[in-house]
């Protein structure tokens, strides 16, 4: 079984930066891509980022424009969100997901079998 803890999140006003974890338990997270999806209310789930198990090759979506960076350290299980320039329009439930072993980043969340509780990003204009 995995699991998938998110921290990080909070309050943060239009401009600033916060940095989001995902630790995760288990022995398959080297070899599994990891995403980050974010879903605000009334919204459907929405792909921010990805991350290549192989070789680091990173993906995101296209209002993320530079401003944020998805790492991981396999020694740590951890996979990281670095935010930057944040707008209220990125407020939103941020979940970090765990593909299937050597699979590929995909923004179909569907595609993704275990998933964070969530962590709450709130950016104040």
């Known amino acids: 079984q995995v699991q998938l803890v998110e921290s990080g999140g909070g309050l943060v006003q239009a401009g600033g930066s916060l940095r989001l974890s995902c630790a995760a338990s288990?022995?398959?997270?080297?070899?599994?891509?990891m995403g980050w999806f974010r879903q605000a209310p009334g919204k459907e789930r929405e792909f921010v980022a990805g991350?290549?198990?192989?070789?680091?090759?990173?993906y995101y979506g296209d209002f993320v424009k530079g401003r944020f960076t998805i790492s991981r350290d396999n020694a740590k299980n951890t996979v990281y969100l670095q935010m930057n320039s944040l707008k209220p329009e990125d407020t939103a439930v941020y979940y970090c997901a765990k593909g299937p072993a050597y699979g590929i980043p995909d923004l179909n969340p569907n595609s993704y079998d275990y998933w964070g509780q969530g962590t709450q990003v709130t950016v104040s204009s």
């Open positions: 288990g022995r398959t997270f080297s070899n599994a891509p």
């Open positions: 991350i290549s198990w192989r070789d680091g090759s990173t």
